[in-house]
């Protein structure tokens, strides 16, 4: 069964401590790995598609990164308006539709 | 550009009273369509996704149904609600497989 796990559940930085977000995935063929941010009651706002081991991706503060078993969201130099829950989500290939979410990353910068 | 509408935002209900969530997509013709249910904490459960009018598929049993009676728009329903049915209702659309999902605001359901 398709598999995504992420952490740490919860990480509080200070502002401009760099650090990094882990999606570990297991599933029979990957057809994509998306990254979302959510701000609290609203919907996910997407971010990155990564398709390809070696991909990456890259949007103002933020870099994800892809390997064959996890991917990392880099936070370089973040600011409290990146306080945020970041989820990832994978799509298999035997799958057509479903895109299995993991629990999410609540990230907090404190100023 | 394209936007996506989901109403209410929030929405109180008492147990065994039905259910009517709507979600309309604008700026783009023939999405893929999706309903999820987020729990505090955990990771969102797909609960039907429809690929055109009148095809639904659904992910998990339950009190809940949808339909599609326009192209872009997404009907979440019930007929008695339960306890268990209160969460954070997200529709979503996407363009198709490979493409990443696009999420509406939300509408958080309490049951009394």
């Known amino acids: 069964e398709d598999q995504v796990t992420q952490s740490p559940e919860a990480l509080r930085l200070q502002e401009g401590e760099s650090s990094s977000l882990n999606c570990s995935y297991t599933v029979s063929g990957l057809r994509g790995l998306f990254w979302y941010r959510q701000d609290p009651g609203k919907g996910p706002e997407f971010l990155f598609t990564?398709?390809?081991a070696g991909e990456e991706k890259e949007k103002e503060r933020l870099k994800a990164t892809l390997t064959k078993k996890e991917s990392f969201l880099h936070i370089t130099a973040p600011k409290p308006e990146d306080s945020a829950t970041y989820l990832c989500a994978v799509q298999a290939e035997d799958n057509n539709n479903d895109m299995r979410f993991g629990a999410g990353t609540r990230l907090t910068v404190k100023p | 550009s394209q936007t996506i509408h989901q109403w209410p935002a929030t929405l109180v209900q008492p147990v065994g009273s039905p259910l009517s969530l709507e979600c309309t997509v604008e700026?783009?013709?023939?999405?893929?369509l999706y309903w999820y249910r987020q729990a505090a904490g955990r990771g969102l459960q797909l609960l039907f996704y429809?690929?055109?009018?009148?095809?639904i598929s659904s992910e998990v049993p339950q009190n809940l149904s949808a339909s599609r009676p326009q192209d872009r728009q997404f009907i979440l329903s019930s007929k008695k609600l339960l306890l268990s049915d209160s969460g954070f209702y997200l529709c979503a659309w996407s363009r198709g497989r490979r493409q990443p999902q696009h999420f509406g605001d939300g509408t958080r359901l309490s049951i009394l």
């Open positions: 429809s690929v055109g009018i009148g095809q």
């Open positions: 700026g783009t013709s023939n999405p893929n």
């Open positions: 990564l398709y390809s």
